[in-house]
Structures are given as structure tokens and as C-alpha cells.
């Protein structure tokens, strides 16, 4: 079983409409999760981050973390066609060796 | 500062060449990272530098060759790659070794074998 699991896509929105993105993980021990954007043929950049359970919103963007059922989700607002780009869910297990595991990354795509 | 700066940005190299990366950041991250990235592939991991001390080494082949001079920089040293390294290749730091709050990534070095 793999460590991070994403839907690859392709998930393709209307502009305005909301955009959601789903990851589960496999071990129970990890801390902190993150979700990171990365057009094509630049590097990963840090968008959201969370620890605890619940939402965590930062203006478009919504993290959902839900550690019972080991899933995470970023969910974005009004779409806008600049947030097309592959999104990258990483899990972090809070430990020196190791520490940071990612999914395959689910790749969206707002319609104007 | 809060950027990763990589350098060079594009890199074309014969099988027989050597060549280096570099990656720098001032913003006092007590790890940083390199990693690899394949076409619609997620970063894999190559090495870990956790307080200037080489923590991991996902057995990378010996042709590519790490070297942490300080805390603020990484360089990676290239010789007689394969065209199958030809990747985009990238420099991470954390603010701790356990990547608590997250990595930070340079902008990464498109390199390509010929």
C-alpha cells in the first residue's frame, strides 16, 4: 500500500466553480500534511499546510484534515484558470529519516 | 530571504562530462534536501542533509556525488551520467530536520544527458 494516495486526474473545473482534492494515507503516526502546486516544468511551491483536525482556510483555499479516517483535502474557491497546475499532497511523519512522503500529485484543469 | 536559489537553471552535459549544482539558502533551514523529478512524477528523494552531516542516501548511484560546504549550501556533483538521469533536479531545505513545517523548494535545475 502505498504511503499517500491521490486521485491523478485529470479534474477539470469550470472557472468559479470549486475545485476539490483528495488524499488518504496509510501511516497512522504521521503529523503534519501539506499540499504544494507545481506548474509544469517549475518546482513545487508550498500552498497549504495542517496539523489538526478541521478545516484551515487561507483565502481561496481550504485544508481539510481528518485524521480518523486518514484523509486530507484542499478545496479552492472560485477557480481561477491561473490555479491550473498538478497539486501535490505530502505527509510528514515527523521524523529525521524519511520524513516526507508525497502523492503522485492529481492534475487540474480550470475551464475559462 | 526566503528562497531557495539554484543554480544553473538549464544544464546540457555529455556522458563524459563533469559538472556541479548548486543550491543556496540563507534563511538558517538546518536541512536541506535533493531531489529528483521525472515528467508527471512526484520529487524522489536522493539525499538528506540534516546539520551539515549526510543523513540518508536513497542509493543514488556513485555518479552523482553530494557535498554540503555549510549550513547554507548544497552542491551536487555530476560525472558520467546516463540520459536516464536527464530530470529536473531540485534543492529542498526545512527549517528542521524533521520537516515539520513543511520544505522549501528551489526553482530546480532542468538537466539533460546527451
Known amino acids: 500500500q502505498k504511503e499517500v494516495e491521490q486521485n491523478s486526474g485529470p479534474l477539470s473545473v469550470p472557472e468559479g466553480a470549486i475545485a476539490s482534492l483528495n488524499c488518504t494515507y496509510s501511516?497512522?503516526?504521521?503529523?503534519?500534511f501539506f499540499w504544494y502546486r507545481q506548474y509544469s516544468g517549475k518546482s513545487p511551491e508550498l500552498i497549504m499546510f495542517i496539523y489538526s483536525n478541521g478545516d484551515k482556510e487561507d483565502g481561496r483555499f481550504t485544508a481539510q484534515l481528518n485524521k480518523a479516517s486518514q484523509y486530507v483535502s484542499l478545496l479552492i474557491r472560485d477557480s481561477q484558470p491561473s490555479d491550473s497546475a498538478t497539486y501535490l499532497c505530502a505527509v510528514n511523519l515527523g521524523r529525521v529519516r524519511d520524513n516526507l512522503f508525497f502523492g503522485t500529485g492529481t492534475r487540474l484543469t480550470v475551464i475559462p | 530571504d526566503t528562497e531557495v536559489t539554484q543554480t544553473p537553471k538549464h544544464l546540457v552535459m555529455g556522458m563524459t562530462n563533469k559538472k556541479s549544482l548548486k543550491c543556496e539558502q540563507h534563511m538558517g533551514h538546518r536541512a536541506m534536501y535533493w531531489y529528483k523529478q521525472k515528467a508527471k512524477k512526484p520529487p524522489e528523494l536522493m539525499f538528506v542533509?540534516?546539520?551539515?552531516?549526510?543523513?540518508i542516501n536513497e542509493s543514488v548511484p556513485s555518479r552523482f556525488s553530494p557535498e554540503c560546504p555549510n549550513s547554507s549550501l548544497l552542491n551536487l556533483h555530476l560525472h558520467a551520467l546516463q540520459p536516464e538521469d536527464s530530470a529536473l533536479y531540485l534543492c529542498a531545505s526545512s527549517q528542521d530536520p524533521e520537516g515539520t513545517y513543511g520544505y522549501t523548494f528551489g526553482s530546480g535545475t532542468r538537466l539533460t544527458v546527451v
Open positions: 501511516d497512522r503516526g504521521s503529523q503534519s
Open positions: 542533509y540534516s546539520y551539515e552531516k549526510l543523513s
